[in-house]
């Protein structure tokens, strides 16, 4: 007794069905692929991450590599039913309804990639786990490289040269500078020993002479001498000592060292 000859109508269905099973296999293949290089950028090199943010990217790729396999095991088991779906219209018929839909669809995909382009500009994962040692910061020679000639932890600074703060402050050379009762009291003669006044504006000189570096202040150290101060930007010194970019500077133990 021979078989019955299955409808053509049914075998199609069922080639269209196959069609589609690859279509969606290849498409889930991507974006696993996409899915797994992003979770992996986001694994902090030194496990158990060493700060909030390590954590907050080892979180972020154990959620995503949770979510590719729930998802890749709900495609698995469904497949079957999924592509028979889908073939119940023609792969041709579905383009060119998809074609009258072009604009929209076209629309919706390049402003889906343009986000996907700033965000991954703003938040690159590679950038947020720095957890490779690079070495030690050393704050001393960063701040001789702007003329600073002390420092500390927080800040370079050199002690102003009040002779030649009165020059700058009153467009000639050769004053003398007098402290008189106190840090606030001195006063600028020019070099016929003539009073001319004080130091008026002290941050002033301080922002020309150390005109490239960033922020620059005065402070009074120790209550009786004034100093041109400016904060120490600790991941640009880690760029500047180590010439390379996007470091990051950490305390631990009383060192600071620089990490990438």
Request: proline residues 4%.
């Amino acid at each position: 007794m021979s078989e019955p000859e299955i409808p053509s109508e049914d075998a199609g269905r069922r080639a269209r069905g196959r069609r589609y099973a690859a279509l969606i296999i290849a498409l889930s293949a991507v974006v696993i692929g996409l899915c797994t290089v992003v979770g992996e950028a986001l694994i902090p090199r030194t496990l158990p991450p060493r700060d909030g943010l390590g954590w907050l990217a080892f979180l972020g790729a154990v959620s995503l590599f949770t979510a590719v396999f729930a998802a890749t095991a709900a495609v698995t088991g469904s497949l079957g039913s999924i592509s028979l779906i889908l073939a119940r219209r023609p792969l041709r018929e579905r383009l060119s309804r998809l074609r009258g839909r072009l604009s929209r669809v076209g629309g919706a995909a390049l402003f889906i990639a343009v986000v996907a382009t700033v965000m991954w500009q703003l938040v690159d994962p590679v950038k947020l786990v720095k957890d490779t040692e690079v070495g030690g910061l050393d704050f001393g020679k960063y701040c001789k490289s702007y003329g600073y000639s002390a420092n500390d932890d927080e800040f370079c600074s050199l002690g102003v040269p009040l002779a030649k703060a009165c020059d700058w402050q009153y467009g000639s050379e050769g004053h003398t500078f007098v402290m008189t009762s106190g840090p606030y009291s001195g006063r600028c003669f020019d070099g016929k020993k003539k009073y001319v006044g004080g130091i008026k504006d002290m941050a002033g000189y301080c922002r020309e002479r150390f005109a490239p570096s960033p922020e620059v202040g005065t402070a009074l150290i120790d209550g009786t001498t004034w100093a041109c101060r400016t904060n120490i930007d600790k991941d640009l010194a880690c760029a500047w000592q180590y010439q390379q970019r996007d470091l990051a500077a950490r305390e631990e133990g009383g060192l600071w060292l620089c990490y990438r």
